[in-house]
Every structure is written in C-alpha cells, then in structure tokens.
C-alpha cells in the first residue's frame, strides 16, 4: 500500500435527497493497492457514497476524484476505470459463464481475444474450466461469486468496488474470496469494499465506519481496537453506533 498516492479523494462530499442528508460533508481519501473497508450500519449513508464514487450518481456539493477523474463531471470516464460488484448477484443467471465473460469484457470495451485470454486464464485459476458452457442458474452461489469478482477485473481495473460480496456464502467461500481480494490488492488494485461481517473488517487496510450520514472514525483496525478499547471490530462498531467512546 502506498500512502502517498491517493486514488480516491473526497473533499466536503454532500448528498441531499430534499431535506434529507445522506452523505455529511465527508472527507477521506483512498490508497493505491489498498483494501479499503467502508462500514456503517443500514441507512448509514455507505450505499450513497458508493453510488457517487462508481458514477452512478452526482453529489450536491463537494469535490470527489476517483481514479484522476472528477467524477461530477466526467461519470462516464470513472467507470472505465473501475469494476463493480453489487451486494445482489451481478451477472446474468439465463446466460452461460461464457456468455457473460463476452457481454461485460464487450461492455469494459476488450477485444474478443483480450476477452478470451482472460477468461481462460480466470477460469484455470477458479479450476472452473469446465463450467464455461454451464448457465449462471446451475452453479452455487460461493462460485458465482468469485465469477463475478473475476468479471469485475477483467479489464484490470484501477478500483474494484465490491458491496457486501460474501453475504449469503459459506465461511470457507468467504475465506476464498478474500484471498482472491488479497491478491488483486498486492497486484496494486484498489479494493474499495462494504461488509456486514466484522470479522472481515479485520482483513481491511484501513476502516471507515460511518453513522447518521458522517464518518465517525477511520484508522486501522488495530487502532480503532485499541481507541474504543475493544476485542474486535464487531465491539468497536457497536459502541460508535451507540456513540460510546
């Protein structure tokens, strides 16, 4: 991780929906390579800040550059530059492996040979070669899973958002994906990812965790521990969400 070049920075970010703030003048900035956990509990405010940071949609005010892109006023150039992962499955369950390594390598603008290339190696390394022709409805949920994260990188993206991508899956798939997290990381990606599972804020570079709308801390996990005098992330989240200190 190299603290020294931000690949993410927000400045000031407001999000209003009329009355209502979603996003409190936060400001933070993000690492190249770093694994980035971003906590908050339901209605924290997290999925806004992630929609603004993908593109998906603008702030109210504030500054946010992602990837050197301003994002207010380029959104189409910020998600070149990203992968996506969403908390609901993100590929098509009524077409093959196949079909959907071509559908969204078309869409991130890759050859079909760039395209095919990085399937077949993805697919050797899920050991899923076999499964190129089978559609997305008859594989397990833990192997969709590490799919859609291998589409999300297939155009070797600076940032991969990934929003709540192990709920649902067994402890071992999640120990899985994590090392798969681990090494897009040490490949110097961006992981920028959201997590209801407070065991995996442990496996973070650095935390966020936000309530009502701010970010009330963000250090590393060790610190935040030791802060809030807490055993864990699980105890440390609790008592910011109960405003103990």
């Known amino acids: 991780m190299n603290q020294k070049e931000p690949i993410i920075e927000v400045t000031g970010l407001v999000k209003k929906f009329g009355h209502f703030i979603a996003n409190d003048h936060l400001t933070f900035n993000v ?17 806004t800040t992630m929609k603004i940071l993908t593109g998906l949609s603008k702030p109210t005010s504030g500054k946010v550059i992602v990837a050197e892109v301003d994002v207010s006023k380029y959104p189409e150039k ?56 089978m559609l997305l409805k008859n594989i397990p949920l833990g192997w969709k899973q590490k799919l859609a994260f291998s589409v999300a990188n297939l155009h070797n993206p600076d940032i991969i958002f990934l929003d709540e991508p192990t709920g649902g899956v067994d402890p071992i798939t999640r120990r899985q994906f994590w090392e798969m997290i681990y090494e897009a990381s040490d490949n110097g990606t961006t992981v920028f990812v959201t997590t209801h599972y407070m065991d995996e804020a442990e496996y973070c570079d650095r935390v966020s965790i936000m309530s009502e709308g701010k970010i009330e801390a963000l250090d590393v996990p060790k610190a935040l521990k030791e802060k809030y005098k807490a055993k864990n992330m699980n105890e440390v989240f609790i008592k910011i969400a109960r405003n103990v200190e």
């Open 31 to 47: 690492y190249r390579g770093e694994i980035f956990g971003f906590l908050g509990a339901n209605g924290a405010g997290k999925t």
């Open 78 to 133: 910020v998600k070149r530059r990203i992968g996506y992962m969403s908390q609901h499955f993100s590929l098509y369950d009524d077409m093959t492996v196949k079909e959907n390594f071509r559908f969204y390598g078309g869409i991130y603008g890759l050859g079909r040979k760039q395209i095919r290339e990085r399937m077949r190696f993805y697919l050797k390394k899920l050991e899923m070669e076999n499964f190129e022709d």
